[in-house]
Nanobody
Framework: QVHLVESGGGLVQAGGSLRLSCAAS????????MGWFRQAPGREREFVAA????????NYADSVKGRFTISRDNAKNTQYLQMDGLKPEDTAVYYC????????????????WGQGTQVTVSS
């Protein structure tokens, strides 16, 4: 069973940066797309970004385009989310996810989730 562990969350001031990491272990799909979702209090979990199995294709929510960058290192079984220009509305629990497809599409649904890491952006 795949095990996803996020790290790198914390408290940062508006305009600051954070880098989230997600380490995968267990029966991991080595060439599957991976991604990040987030959930703010009282809101539904929403898509943030995704990256293809080889890292040659990325997708972003409109709300984070130009500010967040997703990447992966398959040799380390780890994906990253670099978050720059953070805003208070980015405050949420961020979840790592693994898909069963090689490329992400809006129809893709995660097959595995991490436990989440809190990101808080103060104004």
């Amino acid at each position: 069973q795949v095990h996803l562990v996020e790290s790198g969350g914390g408290l940062v001031q508006a305009g600051g940066s954070l880098r989230l990491s997600c380490a995968a272990s267990g029966r991991t799909c080595w060439n599957c797309a991976m991604g990040w979702f987030r959930q703010a209090p009282g809101r539904e979990r929403e898509f943030v970004a995704a990256i293809s199995g080889r890292g040659d294709s990325t997708n972003y929510a409109d709300s984070v385009k130009g500010r967040f960058t997703i990447s992966r290192d398959n040799a380390k079984n780890t994906q990253y989310l670099q978050m720059d220009g953070l805003k208070p509305e980015d405050t949420a629990v961020y979840y790592c996810a693994e898909f069963t497809s090689f490329y992400y599409s809006t129809a893709s649904r995660p097959s595995s989730w991490g436990q989440g890491t809190q990101v808080t952006v103060s104004s």
